[in-house]
């Protein structure tokens, strides 16, 4: 049976297919194959400002490439007009890719692109990719979950911290999630701490910050909850970043004690 999801609306003839593709959490490499494929094949390519760009050289020459991405406080295109553009070309009777860094379904908004082509009548298909709490976290050799430490782990967005009528429950996620691993929240991070040891978090627990997480810019800086926004700080992290709380940090130190101390053993033999 074809992936391929038909609106339960009837299917306006001669449309193409919009595929909702997710492109991974920066490094070009970790792009699925089904990926790598649709890109292939499209017409028409819609990226985001995180999609690295080394990607639409899989790309046929006469593709079409429409930059769309958002930056805060600066949206090249609205959602919207995202939305308009993707039904108009596969109206067209073009392929279609909207091409998202991380997983679409992961604060992508790949899911209200789907209603709207779905209510429109227009097939589409949605192609996971890696999201950045799996793939940038593994980079910096931080499990999300790991024997122990941690058996349950939850991605948040930290750009609901202001004036959002459903702000983010901290004081909730502070002790039913062994692993939060935090979007966006860079901006935000004294807020987000704030909120965290108020609800009653150790101020001891280890916190992570991974900057271009999986990309050769990648840095990593550790902490813990009482003055990761000072290294923040002092370190100049700015996004794309994820921010990785719990106890689960430490083993990032172990793996770095373990191979330091091979390679010393190495050095000796």
């Known amino acids: 049976m074809s992936d391929i999801i038909l609106a339960e609306t009837v299917r306006i003839g001669g449309a193409g297919t919009v595929y909702i593709v997710g492109a991974g959490p920066g490094d070009p490499e970790l792009i699925t194959v089904k990926a790598m494929r649709r890109i292939q094949a499209a017409d028409v390519i819609l990226y985001d400002r995180l999609v690295n760009p080394s990607l639409l050289d899989y790309a046929r020459s006469d593709a079409e490439r429409i930059y769309c991405g958002k930056a805060p406080g600066a949206h090249s295109m609205p959602q919207e007009e995202i939305n308009r553009t993707l039904a108009d070309y596969a109206l067209r009777g073009k392929t279609v890719v909207r091409l998202k860094g991380g997983d679409p379904f992961v604060f992508g908004r790949g899911s209200e692109e789907a209603l709207e082509l779905a209510s429109q009548g227009i097939p589409y298909e949605i192609v996971p990719g890696i999201t950045a709490a799996i793939g940038a976290s593994a980079s910096a050799g931080i499990p999300v979950t790991h024997r122990g430490y941690a058996a349950s782990f939850a991605c948040v ?58 990309t050769s810019s990648q840095r990593v800086l550790t902490a813990t909850l009482d003055d990761i926004h000072l290294l923040a700080a002092a370190m100049g992290i700015i996004n794309p970043a994820l921010i990785i709380i719990g106890e689960v940090v430490r083993v990032r130190e172990q793996l770095l004690h373990a191979q330091r101390r091979a390679s010393a053993m190495r050095m000796i033999g």
């Not at 691993?181 to 935000?188: L, T």
């Not at 965290?196 to 150790?202: D, E, F, P, V």
């Open 157 to 214: 967005t930290g750009s609901r911290c202001h004036g959002d009528a459903k702000p983010v429950r901290w004081d909730l996620l502070a002790h039913s999630v062994d692993t939060l691993a935090v979007y966006m929240g860079v901006s935000q991070l004294d807020d987000i701490r704030g909120k965290l040891l108020l609800a009653g978090k150790a101020p001891s627990t280890p916190v992570a910050l991974i900057e271009q997480g999986t």
